[in-house]
């Protein structure tokens, strides 16, 4: 099962992928430069490289596989993954990440913090609508962990129990 983990910057995305990572789950941060999934826009910001993160997709066989990430791009691949969760917090509580974020400069400066709270308001609704599972992460990292584990497995309970009774049907 292939689950996106999206939200705007400061809602603990990558936090959330060092959790399960610690739990040995196998964990991809699209945003991360380094992985060449994606370009550089103006601003810091980023955009992902459709055909890589395809490619990554289609050649990656673990399952869960979390890949965290949010890029206007990602509409583009919502078909590749299984199940997609939108992480959100209070606009206070993404101030907060934000100004003390270490490893990650982005949203830092004036400009960029206006941005994310301005996607808050514009890009989160759509996200909202084609997400299966919304958590807002003022709670410990590990009870959202927790949280969208529960609701993967309940998935794929689902999945596997309707595969089955079409297959004796």
Not at 62 to 78: T, W
Request: with cysteine; proline share 4%.
């Amino acid at each position: 099962m292939r689950i996106l983990v999206t939200g705007m910057s400061g809602t603990g995305k990558s936090a959330l992928m060092s959790e399960f990572a610690s739990r040995g789950y196998f964990t991809v941060d699209i945003d991360e430069p380094t992985l060449g999934l994606t370009y550089p826009r103006a601003r810091g910001e980023v955009g992902w490289n459709v055909h890589a993160v395809r490619d990554l997709l289609s050649q990656t066989t673990a399952s869960p596989l979390f890949c965290a990430g949010c890029s206007d791009e990602q509409a583009e691949l919502y078909n590749e993954f299984d199940y997609i969760v939108l992480l959100s917090a209070p606009q206070d509580t993404l101030r907060q990440r934000l100004a003390s974020r270490v490893g990650n400069n982005y949203g830092k400066s004036p400009e960029q913090l206006a941005a994310v709270l301005r996607y808050v308001e514009t890009v989160e609704p759509l996200l909202r609508r084609r997400a299966d599972l919304e958590v807002v992460t003022t709670i410990e990292v590990a009870c959202v962990a927790d949280i969208i584990l529960q609701r993967v497995a309940e998935r794929t309970t689902l999945i596997r129990n309707s595969s089955e009774s079409a297959a004796s049907g």
